[in-house]
């Protein structure tokens, strides 16, 4: 069975940078596809962004240019590098993977294995 743990999350003033990170274990991380997501108060869940097997990504529209993925195989472990990070980026953040093979989406039901989530807060 997949596990994923996210870490990296605290509270951060606007402008600030955090870099969170998912550590995977239980499956052959490299053949996955991982995705970010978060919920914000009041909210549903939303896509942040994707990274894919051969770690080409993308991004919603609201974090393009701010947030970036990247993933290390080596260390089984995917990447949220969050810069000029703004009061409207404060939500619990989730990461997930696919099984083997399976392409990464902007939807939930894309993923398979889905991290506890860790919390990000932006103060003004």
């Known amino acids: 069975q997949v596990q994923l743990v996210e870490s990296g999350g605290g509270l951060v003033q606007a402008g600030g940078s955090l870099r969170l990170s998912c550590a995977a274990s239980g499956g052959t991380f490299s053949l996955a596809a991982m995705g970010w997501f978060r919920r914000a108060p009041g909210k549903e869940r939303s896509f942040v962004g994707r990274i894919s097997q051969n770690s080409g990504t993308d991004f919603a529209d609201s974090v393009k240019g701010r947030f970036t993925i990247s993933r290390d195989n080596a260390k089984n472990t995917v990447y949220l590098q969050m810069n000029n990070l703004k009061p409207e980026d404060t939500a619990v953040y989730y990461c997930?993977?696919?099984?083997?093979?399976?392409?990464?989406?902007?939807?939930?039901?894309?993923?398979?294995?889905w991290g506890q989530g860790t919390q990000v807060t932006v103060s003004s």
């Open positions: 997930a993977a696919t099984k083997p093979f399976h392409s990464g989406s902007y939807y939930e039901d894309g993923y398979h294995y």
